[in-house]
């Protein structure tokens, strides 16, 4: 067990709803996770009374957007956060995912290793990032950087989630941050909306990424293909088109 406290605010004070929040708030940080409804469904009958919520990991799945690693349980109160074992066994790993609705548990096999997955609704729950208490998190860096490499995007997708790139923040998914809302268009067609994830820039920033979804009509893209995109001014607002510029293949 672990003692942290925080003098001036309570932590309840403290606390931040996810839907409140950017992505970078939170990514690549340790967080608490207020969160027992959630805990009961993940370790139902299992947990002391006392225990409020739990402390995570925060990274982006690529494919999954935003997700957490939960390491510890915690009994948070005004000015302290005390951290507790998880009662699971070694080859089990849980997985929070960010999402809107109803938490829903799925189970999948990493080899020797069964991993839970659950959903964290953003309105419901709250956090706040371990930062602003005295909680040591030196015994979780190695688990960290093996988080990190393995789901490392690469230098250019790292920097689209940078402040750079906040500009872009306005056609981001919400649960996936590497994914931006854009149109196509052409005299031929009708403005088409769809979702293209951010994959590489070029040496002039000219800003490339893949179209997750297959257009209803043809604008010589497909699902797939990497496409150029660019702001252009819509009345008095942007928006993100997409130039009829494509990639022959993808950047790594």
């Known amino acids: 067990m672990k003692g942290c406290v925080k ?3 309570t932590l309840f004070d403290e ?8 992505f970078r708030e939170i990514y690549r940080k340790f967080i608490y996770i207020h969160c027992r409804e ?14 409020t919520g739990l402390i995570a990991y925060c990274y982006i799945d690529r494919s999954e957007g935003i997700s957490f690693r939960p390491f510890m349980v915690s009994v948070m109160k005004e000015d302290s956060l005390q951290v507790f074992n998880m009662p699971h066994q070694e080859d089990t790993i849980y997985v929070l995912r960010l999402r809107d609705g109803e938490t829903k548990m799925s189970e999948l096999h990493d080899g020797d290793k069964h991993m839970y997955l659950y959903a964290v609704d953003p309105v419901k729950y709250s956090f706040f990032d371990l930062s602003i208490v005295n909680f040591d998190t030196e015994s979780f860096i190695e688990i960290k950087e093996q988080i990190d490499d393995t ?3 690469g230098d250019m997708v790292e920097e ?10 306005k056609y ?14 052409s005299e031929k067609n009708e ?9 590489f820039m070029t040496m ?35 928006v993100l088109v997409f130039t009829g510029r494509m990639a022959e293949k993808k950047k790594e």
């Not at 403005?191 to 994959?199: G, K, M, N």
């Open 7 to 9: 003098m001036g605010k």
């Open 15 to 22: 606390l931040k709803s996810f839907s409140q929040i950017g």
């Open 38 to 51: 959630l805990m009961d469904i993940i370790f139902p009958d299992e947990l002391d009374d006392s225990i």
């Open 151 to 153: 789901y490392s995007a």
């Open 160 to 169: 689209f989630r940078s402040e750079k790139y906040a500009f872009m923040d």
């Open 172 to 185: 981001r998914n919400e649960f996936y941050p590497d994914d931006v809302q854009a149109l196509l268009y």
């Open 191 to 199: 403005i088409e909306q769809v979702w293209v994830r951010l994959t």
């Open 204 to 238: 002039n920033d000219e800003i490339f990424g893949e179209l997750l979804n297959e257009p209803y009509q043809d604008y010589g893209c497909h699902e797939g293909t990497l496409i150029e995109l660019t702001e252009a001014k819509a009345g008095d607002d942007k």
